[in-house]
């Protein structure tokens, strides 16, 4: 979203200082210091639009301490916006200070570009075993050596083939209820094929005929939280070009920041685009949830087989406070035979990935996924189901520090298992 000084004046002037924040934010729980809490920030956003405040490596460093988890968002009893408040701070910072070499690579050669990133990401498969070796039980890997990474982060691998090289264009299937196009995102697409899968069989199972956009290319949300504006417009633009090119009756996403980003943050960004705005509220209209889509399909519980496992779930926090998303996978869960579920304390609480944050700042992503491995424990469960393919790394890196025993699936995955059941126990 754009965001003039002026337009930021109207919205930091909103925080009343109550500190409701401080009771939610996952890194003030950790840091215990003012400026790493919503109301500080704001505070330190109103020096900057005033001029009292310049922006400086301080000012840089307490932006970048946001997981934009929206928590502080949904519990302001003044509304105020926080995380566009961080995120326009960061645009603010990229026009000023510039982007790092690094960024601008990552960015806008690879990123904006869907050959170099296709190409880096087939080289990145076929030579990852260089920089990476096999993790725990042969489960993951992790680094070598240093390279940006912690060493002591467990990362899935890239998978050998990308998941759109996996399928054709269209799942056809016969008299088809509906027909969608799916939208992968980068990690269903490069590491978590599996996920994918589990997406394209329960839905030709319930009689979804599934377009998958060859071109299709990353949301662009990465690059836009980092302030880079202009070539997140880019890529936004040349997804919405792509996805109207489709006769479907909707767009399917099995992440829940991919289907933020179509579903209403392109909207915002360009608002003030002539031609983009409409089109992009046209496919904001028409994103939903795998989650959301699967309860909308009469009939989509018969026929599920005897899944004798306990489950609990994590709520990735753009799914259930981004696309307000919350009942529908527990609706799933719930109806699967045999499962026994079990509510975890704290479930919607951030689990620390924030994408890069937990990148950037890996300490402290780890002292708060701690958090969210202990509800987990507490649990009993077997199976830790989420709906975001970056919580799935960061909680699966967190139960392998504390050799906690607990599988991580996407929903998709689990209602897949519970219909190969029913085919197995003929």
């Not at 500080?40 to 946001?66: A, H, P, Q, W, Y």
Request: net charge positive.
């Amino acid at each position: 979203m754009e965001r003039t000084f002026e337009s930021w004046e109207k919205e930091v002037i909103r925080c009343i200082r109550c500190g409701a924040c401080q009771n939610v934010c996952p890194v003030f729980k950790e840091l215990q210091a003012e400026s790493t809490v919503a109301r500080g920030r704001v505070k330190l956003i109103r020096g900057v639009i005033t001029k009292d405040l310049d922006i400086t490596e301080g000012f840089i460093n307490k932006m970048s301490l946001c997981l934009m988890c929206k928590a502080c968002v949904v519990n302001c009893p003044s509304g105020v916006k926080v995380d566009k408040l961080v995120e326009a701070a960061r645009k603010e910072i990229a026009e000023q200070k510039g982007l790092s070499a690094l960024k601008k690579l990552i960015f806008r050669l690879v990123l904006k570009n869907r050959w170099v990133f296709n190409s880096g990401m087939k080289a990145g498969s076929l030579l990852q075993g260089l920089v990476f070796r096999k993790g725990p039980q042969g489960q993951g890997m992790l680094p070598r050596m240093s390279l940006g990474i912690d060493k002591r982060r467990l990362l899935a691998p890239l998978a050998p083939k990308s998941f759109r090289s996996l399928y054709p264009d269209v799942i056809k299937v016969p008299d088809a209820k509906l027909r969608v196009a799916f939208f992968t995102g980068c990690m269903i697409n490069y590491i978590y094929t599996d996920t994918g899968k589990a997406v394209i069989n329960v839905l030709k199972r319930n009689g979804v005929e599934v377009v998958i956009p060859a071109l299709q290319n990353c949301c662009g949300t990465p690059v836009r939280i980092n302030g880079d504006y202009e070539a997140a417009k880019q890529m936004a633009k040349a997804n919405i070009d792509v996805l109207l090119k489709e006769k479907v009756d909707g767009i399917v996403v099995a992440c829940g920041t991919c289907g933020l980003a179509l579903k209403e943050e392109y909207a915002e960004l360009l608002e003030d685009d002539p031609i983009y705005a409409e089109k992009a509220k046209q496919i904001g209209a028409m994103v939903k949830d795998f989650t959301e889509l699967v309860v909308s399909l009469a009939g989509f519980e018969d026929k599920l087989g005897n899944l004798p496992i306990k489950v609990t779930y994590h709520d990735p926090c753009h799914l259930v406070r981004g696309l307000k998303v919350k009942a529908q996978p527990r609706q799933i869960i719930q109806c699967i035979p045999g499962v026994v579920f079990t509510e975890m304390k704290n479930s919607d609480t951030c689990c620390g990935s924030g994408g890069s944050f937990s990148l950037a700042h890996y300490e402290l992503s780890t002292k708060i996924n701690d958090h969210k491995v202990a509800d987990i424990k507490q649990t009993g469960a077997e199976v830790l189901v989420t709906g975001c393919s970056a919580c799935r790394m960061h909680i699966a890196d967190g139960l392998n520090r504390q050799n906690v025993q607990v599988k991580v699936m996407h929903t998709a995955q689990l209602l897949e298992m519970a219909y190969e059941a029913t085919d197995h126990s003929r």
